[in-house]
């Protein structure tokens, strides 16, 4: 954290310096880009970063305090506050939740045999904004890595029906996707809205080895623990909510090798050609081969999931609270 700090220091303290030997600065800018000093970022940054603040998180005592510290460096800075009713603050509604360890979980049924599923070791199940209590059983649909890029020509879809079914997903996308489109279409939010539009009433996440090097799954466990928050809009309803959706959760390599392990990690949509530079170092749309020749790996995987079924009691969602939280908000100089 050291090294991080004194690095943005150093990067602000440039551009203030910069900025201020520059003639074709305006003026105002030239003043308050002088004023930038190192000891002052530092003071405000170790305040803010202090472990008495317990981590500001949403709601909590730590962020209030960070509130009102902002609050009172906006006012000696000579702004005028421009939140709700001439505060310093603008309330916004939470949904806040928790997990449900022993109301919830997760099983697996396959040829009358039963795979209860172990919380932390196997799974982890995801909060739901949208229910305060869900339970069904539903089959299983492996649909690759859940993508639908159709600037890419990719579909993960085009051969998998998940309407009424519970989606089963490999993290992260295919590694021939170019680096933003698969960071765009390996994000959850994405993802969701492409299984919803699908039909899908649940997603059950597999990690890949390549997410489990970058984050090991005992720091999702951990991380798991926090609560989820959700804003509300007008009407009450949270953001990016589904009602469509009866359970979402994560598996381990542990738990995912109850139903027989995946032999690779493979897209489960039909063989695409790869995708290669074009001219200027454009990158050429993946086109279908001919006929719909199932990828191998993807084809024994959804054979194996094929033949399952998950029964999810609970929701994952222990505490449902809704409270507004204060932002700091500030308007112009005086």
Avoid at 78 to 87: A, D, K, Q, V
Avoid at 176 to 199: D, M, N, W
Avoid at 278 to 296: F, Y
């Amino acid at each position: 954290m050291r090294i991080a700090t004194g690095s943005i220091l150093a990067v602000l303290a440039t551009i203030a310096a910069t900025a201020c030997g520059s003639a074709s600065a305006p003026p105002g800018l030239r003043r308050a880009l002088a004023g930038i000093r190192g000891d002052s970022l530092r003071a405000h940054m170790s305040f803010l970063a202090d472990d008495r603040l317990e981590g500001r998180g949403t709601g909590t005592r730590g962020y209030d305090m960070a509130a009102a510290y902002m609050a009172a460096q906006f006012a000696a800075a000579g702004l005028e506050p421009g939140g709700t009713r001439g505060s310093w603050y603008q309330p916004v509604p939470f949904r806040r939740m928790e997990r449900d360890r022993a109301g919830s979980g997760l099983m697996l049924l396959r040829g009358g045999r039963q795979e209860p599923l172990a919380h932390d070791a196997d799974m982890i199940m995801g909060n739901d904004p949208a229910h305060e209590r869900a339970a069904t059983t539903a089959a299983l649909a492996f649909a690759g890595f859940g993508i639908t890029a159709p600037e890419l020509g990719y579909d993960d879809y085009a051969h998998v029906d998940v309407r009424g079914k519970v989606a089963v997903i490999l993290s992260g996308g295919p590694p021939t996707f170019p680096s933003e489109q698969r960071a765009y279409h390996s994000s959850t939010l994405i993802k969701t809205r492409t299984a919803v539009a699908r039909g899908a009433i649940g997603i059950i996440t597999v990690r890949t080895p390549v997410d489990e090097a970058r984050a090991p799954w005992a720091r999702s466990v951990n991380q798991s623990e926090l609560p989820g928050m959700r804003w509300l809009d007008p009407r009450g309803v949270p953001n990016e909510s589904y009602p469509e959706l009866q359970v979402t959760a994560t598996l381990s390599r542990q738990g995912h090798g109850r139903c027989s392990p995946i032999p690779r990690y493979r897209s489960s949509g039909c063989l695409r050609r790869p995708i290669r530079a074009g001219p200027r170092g454009s990158i050429s749309r993946c086109t279908p081969a001919p006929g719909p020749t199932p990828v191998t790996a993807g084809s024994r995987a959804r054979t194996c999931w094929g033949c399952c079924v998950a029964r999810i009691r609970g929701c994952g969602t222990r505490s449902w609270s809704s409270r507004p939280i204060s932002t700091t908000s500030a308007s112009a100089c005086r």
